[in-house]
């Protein structure tokens, strides 16, 4: 029976199946193993998910009929009586304190299967920590870094159907970044991505529809503007916090977030400022889904103005 290894469809996601497969290959000697994206709406049926096979998932929700389960997501339960299911073991490991997965399956590896994967792994893990949880240095870095990690997240961004990271994830089975990232027709995707980029910063200014007291509040709904999600600070390296309007496949979506380069610690939490809104989130990163445009946009200078209630005068 085959083994498909189900993966939440981002750098850390993509990285954490390969070095996955590459556990169960070199260390268990499996051979009959496939991989797959698995898509937030793929929860609705959760409890069905998988059925009658045999799979393993990473870096998403926890699902007590996996046969190898690995995430660093707090919000990984669905409801209690999934978590209530966890156990740490042989075969699953959740670690909410990771900044990404990879480093989850590294560690899960050495200590529990005693197997050492390639440093190519150990590098990879590094990435992800970075990416995943935004640490990168400058926003200039994060935007225009030319390390072939971030070339293939740039790549991923332009990605020609959903099922392309599944490539991606073959090649870094048994590859390096550096190799992987070199490949030709990736590099003609990360080029396009960096037109996009470039395009996305120069067309944010004309969507800012206020900036006051260091929270800046924009309208990126038209399907004729390109995004790029760190544009605000970019443009406004200043800024402490951003909240925008976004389309997204079913209807319009308010993000809101602290300047990863000005962060707050903690001292505003912007998930519950949402949740007030019928959002939710993190402290430093959260979100709200009013019902239609004109609604976002009101609901969007809601939130700026509860934000800047409390960074005090
Ligand atoms: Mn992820």
Known sequence: MTLRIHYHRDF??????????????????????????????RRRDWEAFGEGTEFAIVDFHFH?????????????FLDES??????????WKFDPDADSCPPVILRHARARWKIEPPERFVEIGRWADVIDAAKYPTVE???????????????????PHADWS??????????????????????KMH?????????????FPSTVLSVEKDVLVYDASSDKIRRERFAPFYHHPDL????????????????????????SGGRIDIGAICERFGGGGHATVGGANPKNLEECRNVAHAIAGEIRGRIGP
């Open 82 to 91: 999934y978590r209530a299911k966890y156990v740490e073991s042989d075969r």
């Open 166 to 187: 599944d490539t991606l994830v073959e090649a870094l089975v048994d590859r390096g970044l550096e190799e992987t990232a070199a490949d030709p027709k990736i590099e």
């Open 240 to 263: 402490l916090y951003c909240v925008g309007v976004i389309p997204t496949r079913s209807g319009f979506h308010i993000t809101a977030g602290e300047n990863p380069w000005k962060p």
């Open 12 to 41: 850390d996601g993509i990285a954490s199946a390969a070095l996955l497969a590459w556990c169960l290959r070199e260390g268990f000697g499996r051979k009959d193993l496939a991989w797959s994206g698995v898509n937030y709406d």
């Open 191 to 203: 080029q396009r991505a960096c037109r996009n980029r470039d395009r996305a910063l120069k067309e």
């Open 64 to 76: 007590p009929r996996a046969a190898y389960w690995f995430d660093h997501h707090p919000t990984t």
């Open 141 to 159: 870095d994060a935007l225009f870094g030319d390390r072939a990690a971030y070339r293939l997240v740039r790549a991923l961004t332009v990605a």
